[in-house]
């Protein structure tokens, strides 16, 4: 089964990564995860996200402790994989689905976010599946993974509100399960409001900040504050970043073959979704963290490959967008980013494109990435803990995994 080749080459490239300590705002969701499991303050935790990634992880160390977390990545990353190929081939054919899920195996922020099963990860293999299930009409296995996914990040909402959309004003179709997720999330945002509790806006830079995160997004796109200095981080994440250009380029070569209604019906949710999505997440007044694109990369990379499946001179071109992949997998040398970001030497090893925005996580998610983590715990094993202050050591989680070097 030719699945089985973007699933066998994601895990080759996860394994040597499988056993490194959890940094950064990994390092901050597993201690979260923690506190869940032993019930520390749950109610402060849900009005930081949704709580089914921490009733995961929670699950996941009742069953096999702390210090093979990252196992959680590989499983979800082989599922999210699959759940796109079998998208691709729904869509358009067996070719552009093996194409697309080996993209997807390689993407290097793919590959990173998936090392601790971040959120934003999460999230996207959940949509993926719901999408999936939605594809085939199986309304309620697709209201199950959208439901998951919205409580796992509320953003994720964002991609329900996009079906719901679809189905009403161009499908023409209604159902309650569509309706679901979106009911999901109202019912959790009152819980927690009677609780005192609110959805997450610890980094709300906006000057509406102290209204909420909700109050923001509204308030954004009724001022048209959409567009500020936040939000263009995010794009240029998004359409240029690490080689993404040339991905769009591809992409935007598709669109001129997508000609029948019944495929524009189709895929009319993925286009309401990257429009919703970067007007009100991307927009959104906080770190400007280069995973917050995430969710919207998978279709990328469906829409790239079809669009490369359509060219005169196919093997050519697909070889030339796998090996830019597998440049942007390993380095960060695409000129055109490197003309946009500076960037900054970590340890002895390897460059890093980064910006003032972006926070302690500004960090390109690539193999240079998970070589870092790798080379970090290295260190903490051996008892040299001179640390660059962005991937400094955080001694709750050491403690958790019984490390005592570096754990001071």
């Given at each position: 089964m030719v699945l089985l080749l973007p699933i066998i080459i994601f895990i080759l490239l996860f394994i040597p990564y499988l056993y490194v300590f959890p940094a950064n705002d990994g390092s901050l969701e597993f201690v979260f995860a923690h506190r869940w499991f032993t019930g520390d303050n749950i109610l402060q935790l849900l009005s930081l996200h949704p709580p089914f990634k921490l009733i995961l992880n929670s699950i996941y160390f009742s069953?096999?402790?702390?210090?093979?977390?990252n196992y959680i990545g590989l499983l979800?990353?082989?599922i999210g994989i699959a759940a796109l190929y079998?998208?691709?081939?729904?869509?358009?054919?067996?070719?552009?689905?093996?194409?697309?899920?080996?993209?997807?195996?390689?993407?290097?922020?793919?590959?990173?976010?998936a090392l601790f099963s971040i959120h934003d990860f999460l999230m996207t293999v959940f949509i993926l599946l719901a999408f999936v299930y939605y594809l085939n009409s199986r309304y309620i296995l697709y209201a199950l993974f959208a439901c998951i996914a919205v409580l796992t990040k509320e953003t994720a909402v964002f991609f329900a509100l996009s079906i719901l959309l679809s189905d009403i004003f161009i499908k023409k179709h209604r159902s309650f399960w569509t309706f679901a997720?979106?009911?999901?999330?109202?019912?959790?945002?009152?819980?927690?409001?009677?609780?005192g509790?609110?959805?997450w806006n610890d980094w709300n830079f906006s000057p509406t900040a102290s209204k909420g995160s909700i109050y923001t997004m509204i308030n954004n796109l009724v001022t048209l504050k959409i567009f500020n200095k936040y939000a263009y981080e995010n794009w240029l994440h998004l359409f240029i970043f690490n080689f993404n250009w040339v991905y769009w380029l591809f992409a935007i070569g598709s669109f001129f073959y997508i000609k029948t209604a019944e495929l524009k019906k189709s895929i009319a949710p993925i286009g309401i979704f990257f429009v919703i999505f970067m007007l009100t997440v991307l927009s959104f007044q906080t770190f400007t963290i280069n995973r917050y694109i995430l969710p919207l990369l998978p279709f990328l990379y469906l829409f790239a490959s079809f669009g490369v499946s359509k060219l005169k001179w196919q093997p050519a071109s697909i070889s030339l967008l796998i090996i830019i992949s597998l440049v942007s997998l390993a380095q960060s040398i695409d000129p055109i980013s490197n003309f946009i970001w500076q960037k900054t030497q970590l340890l002895d090893e390897?460059?890093?494109?980064?910006?003032t925005l972006d926070g302690d996580d500004?960090?390109?998610?690539?193999?240079?990435?998970?070589?870092?983590m790798k080379t970090r715990t290295d260190m903490i094993l051996n008892n040299n803990c001179n640390f660059p202050e962005l991937i400094k050591t955080d001694t709750q989680t050491l403690s958790l995994l019984h490390v005592s070097n570096c754990n001071k």
């Open positions: 069953l096999f402790g702390y210090d093979t977390t979800f990353g082989s079998f998208i691709a081939k729904k869509l358009f054919n067996e070719k552009v689905a093996l194409l697309s899920s080996i993209l997807l195996a390689i993407s290097g922020l793919y590959l990173s976010v997720p979106i009911v999901i999330l109202f019912w959790y945002i009152e819980f927690i409001h009677f609780a509790y609110h959805l390897s460059v890093y494109i980064n910006h500004g960090i390109t998610y690539n193999l240079q990435y998970l070589d870092l």
